[in-house]
């Protein structure tokens, strides 16, 4: 099993002929990701990696059955375009654009939200869970299916991280990225629910940073799972009030935003802390006792 | 981005929000009250630092205003004096609005206790009120923010005036951060925004073309301004204080977790980064503009650069190509300098072509890690390796 995607999952991409879109969709075609079709407005009717594209959603979900989204569409647009797919109750939705304005962020969330549908991100990298469906921008050929899920706000180090647990024999039930952005649609501890239900996944992987305080209530909550919880927070060494990529990931003056005081949250909730991402694979292998590789 | 005080209050005024008469020194607003001369700084706690000075004649005006102007607070050089009408206060209260992030909303908050660090007021003093961005602003909320600043029926009008403005100010300003500290009561019965500190949000620029860019940006570096137009995330070190101490290394890498996570292998180990840049979607708009982008990052004038780039969707060739255009420009390190970690799509030519430009290439993060810390150490004045 996996949390999320999988192989059932029916997935559209919103602005389908556009670069990325498109780009997205011939991959997932590629790789096998149960993908049934995608909407630009004013391009019904057209295929795109021989699936075909629809003006609305609506319309688009009236024909494929789709209860997933990927959002490709520029952050000039995206605001009415996730009202349209909420509208069309989909039930997941993954903006994988960045430089949303916060406060459009804010309103998405909220109405998402009240109408049932859930957001990862803005600014997320997706969600895959391998040899299932891969709805993000990960790679099928840096993936493994195996039992170890991954949250993480970032895309990038969740590459680094599954390179190392391949290392150590080990491969991904899911990875979510849940967005680099200051107000983000779903938390560490809505996937931390999924995952403890999962059983298909025999740890997880928290990747935290910079910024906010999205983390503690992870850890608060990592410490009542019977899944077994590692986290790792990057960010340590970034200097105050600089931005590093992600808006959202600034040490700010407040003790609260940063990595070190959200290492020790983990810590005293009784989560190991791997201190470096070249850490992670030998922290996962020593907690695991070796158990479940591949 | 942060505002300057001065660039806060137009903004608050835009608003309704009163402002004491004030002006960007040489000017001086008129005053029969006397004057306050403001250091205009980002940093907060300049009043204790001796960068809010009051004067009682122009003449002490200009003095005051001349000796602020070349002055540094804290660590921070002024940007400009600011001055201001000298209010006569009877109270001074707190009222903020923010995005919060943990609940994904805006916050407003007020407390009777003002003009001081909010963290020094007990939290039961303060009123909190999360606003639903699908309803907006209610009016029972804004009654009871009004209660928590204990303020009268007398009043009433001049609160809810300020607490929508506050709003207005924050949604359609596209703010992160809109505090009044102290939000002034004078003895004649006036609200005033005493002081103002906002930030607005960087990524919704576009939405406001006729905004100047912040004063505040004017001292940047050469190399943050580069940065800003050409669209990448940079972070320059070489200005803090204190400044980085030699061997020091610069960071590039793609996507904000990956950058940070770099930044991290280095900084640990007690080496000292210079600065960084996150690519940030460089490399979607083609390799003169990503070559560029490398340039840039050469003007970091580092002793080691340090490259970690991993993609999963794009093509690491480009990446490669672009670092080969910049490594023929003037300005370029030595290649012994450079340090390149590439992973992902089109590894292997981008493997062939960033070796044979001469620079060391590993797939791993580890061994380019061991690499940059193995270099550094070499590069130690030998006094200090000796001890």
Redesign the interface.
Known sequence: MSILVNSKTRILVQGITGTTGRLFAERMRAGGTPIVGGVTPGKGGAQVAGLPVFDTMREAVAATDGDAVLCCIAPDHIVDGLYEVVDARIPLAVLYIENIPVHDAIKMCAYASARGTRILGPNSAGAVSPGQANMADLNDANLRPGRIGIVSKSGTLTYEVIDEIHQYGYGESTVVCLGGDRVIGTTYVDVLRLFEDDPDTDLVVVIGEPGGGLEYPAAEYAATMRTPVIAYITGQGSPQDARMGHAGAVVGEDERSRPQSKMRAFASAGITVASRVTDIGEVVYRRLGGAGRL | MKLLEYEGKALLAKHEISIPAGALWPECPASGTGWVVKAQVLA?GRGKKGGVLLASDRKQVDEMAARLKGATIGTEAVHAVYIEQRLDIAHEYYLAGF?N??R???TLMASATGGIDIEQVPRSEIESVDI???IGLAAFQIQRLRRALKVGPQLENQVTAVVSGLYRS??DE?A?LVEINPLALTRTGQLLAADAKIAL????VS?HPSRSSPTAWATDSNFMRRCRSLDV?G?D?RG?TPPPAHPTVAIL?????????T??????SGVS?AG?I?L??AL?RGVAHTAEVIRTFFMLDADIFFINA?Y??RSTEALAQALVQAMASPGAPERERVVVRM???EQRSSERIVKAAGCFYSPS??EA?ERVLALAQSLVPKAESAS
Do not use: K, S, W
């Open positions: 907060g995005v992030r943990d994904g909303c805006v639903d961005p699908l924050l949604v596209d992160e949000d960087d990524d919704a939405r995330i972070v070190n803090r890498g793609n996507g904000a977790g990956l950058t940070m996570a930044y991290d292998q280095i900084a640990l980064v960084a996150e940030h979607g979607a991993f999963q969707l992973r992902g799509v993060l580890r890690t």
